[in-house]
């Protein structure tokens, strides 16, 4: 799962230079990324549920992640300029009570049986977690010594990818398992989303209460570069960087969200076994981040990029030309290779911008509407095609991040 950096930031000096506890604070950013993922990775498991609940085609049945993900493009810099106002504090709060309406409204969508109805709930739920990402990812980097910023990020993350492994198996037991019992009803979807509002409401009350630190905004860096540039469009390695975020995160969406009747269609077994599959794919994503945190300190970050991008080229045609248990494994595989894709992307994309780099902040996280329209547009080549086909979408989006780590990302200004 994605997330969205954003502004340079920087601690308030404590009261009477007295040091403060960061253990609260950490424990809930670190409940709060496990939700965000939870939340997130349970609509691979609503895709199919609907599909066959409201008997869909796959480009109506990934309609659930072209709303979801579409929010990032339209609420992203709009969220900054609340959390900008209200502060960050009370941005996680109002991003949890959000999220927990969104999440209410599902006991109504399933009472009327409406599909539409639950897409509008999933758009609240999503301006909820736009809302708690711009406002928490600040508090991870000035928790604490500078010198441990990225082991206290990556540690988050890792939080955040338990949640997206145990939601498909979530999906598959409480969900999926009783979808072909009541396969034209969506029964099964409003009590497990009455207890994510319930938890979500209780993380709200909790932070409320809590003495978080108080974060300022932060310099630019690199303040030569004002001169030479006359916008943030100005820089090569974040023109592409856009596109390569946009593709990165639709070639993730994409093929999480089809995982589940990819896996159902070649081993000829139901949609609740074959969501269980799913926790791999999202699973390697959480071992691939604490390789990747490691090589990282002695590999160039375009290196490691560009293999990973070969790597889930291959395995995606190795998938795509081969059948039963190879098939499968082999795209769940690809999950591993995206771990480190988004970070480095985004690191890549901001190198060198200087005063530029919190606008290009934002701008990126609009990009993360690519998981809307490309799972939108792999639905329809399935309805219209083969999964052979389908899945060649996804494999053009990883043509694409190789170029940007053999090229797209050099810039005369780029450190990196």
């Known amino acids: 799962m994605a997330g969205i950096p954003i502004n340079t930031v920087s601690m308030a000096e404590p009261i009477g230079g007295q ?4 253990t609260p604070a950490l424990i809930i950013l670190a409940v709060l990324y496990f939700m965000m993922g939870f939340i997130t990775c349970l609509n691979d498991t609503l895709v199919p549920f609907f599909k066959k609940g409201f008997t869909l085609s796959y480009s109506e049945s990934s309609l659930v992640q072209f709303y979801f993900f579409l929010t990032y493009g339209i609420a992203s810099i709009p969220a900054g300029k609340v959390v900008e106002k209200v502060g960050y504090k009370k941005g996680m709060v109002l991003g949890f009570s959000v999220a927990a309406v969104g999440a209410l409204l599902f006991f109504p969508a399933s009472v009327m049986h409406q599909y539409s109805l639950f897409l509008a709930a999933l758009f609240i739920v999503a301006v909820g977690i736009v809302l708690l990402q711009v406002a928490a990812n600040p508090y991870i980097t000035i928790l604490g010594p500078a010198k441990t910023a990225s082991s206290r990020l990556t540690l988050i993350q890792g939080v955040g990818s338990i949640g997206t492994t145990t939601a498909p198996l979530f999906g598959a ?6 979808l072909r019992d009541s396969a034209a009803s969506s029964d099964a979807v409003r009590y497990p989303y009455l207890g994510i509002a319930a938890v979500l409401i209780i993380i709200a009350l909790i932070v409320s209460r809590l003495s978080l630190p108080e974060i300022v905004a932060g310099q630019d860096i690199n303040p030569e570069n004002e001169a030479s540039q006359k916008s943030v469009f100005s820089f090569r390695n974040l023109n592409y960087g856009l596109i390569g975020l946009f593709v990165y995160v639709g070639a993730e969406v994409s093929v999480g969200t089809f995982l589940t009747n990819y896996i159902a269609d070649i081993l000829k077994i139901s949609e609740s076994a074959a969501n269980n599959y799913v926790a791999f794919y999202w699973g390697g994503m959480l071992v691939g981040r604490l390789i990747g945190s490691v090589l990282l300190k002695s590999i160039r970050a375009s290196v490691v990029l560009s293999v990973c991008a070969v790597m889930a080229i291959i395995l995606i045609f190795v998938s795509i030309n081969s059948e039963g248990y190879l098939a499968v494994w082999t795209m769940i595989a690809v999950g591993f290779c995206n771990s480190i894709m988004f970070a480095i992307i985004f690191s890549l994309s901001v190198s060198g ?14 990009a993360i509407a690519g998981g809307a329209i490309i799972s939108f547009c792999q639905g329809l080549l399935i309805d219209n095609s083969t999964w052979k086909i389908a899945f060649i979408l996804p494999m053009v989006c990883y043509i694409y991040i190789l170029f940007y780590g053999l090229n797209g990302y050099k810039s005369k200004f780029s450190s990196l």
């Not at 040091?19 to 960061?22: A, C, D, E, I, S």
């Not at 037991?173 to 009783?178: A, K, V």
């Not at 911008?353 to 609009?366: C, E, H, N, R």
């Open 173 to 178: 037991y409480y969900i999926l398992g009783s």
């Open 353 to 366: 911008l200087g005063k530029y780099t919190t606008q290009a902040s934002g701008l990126l996280s609009t």
């Open 19 to 22: 040091k403060q506890n960061y």
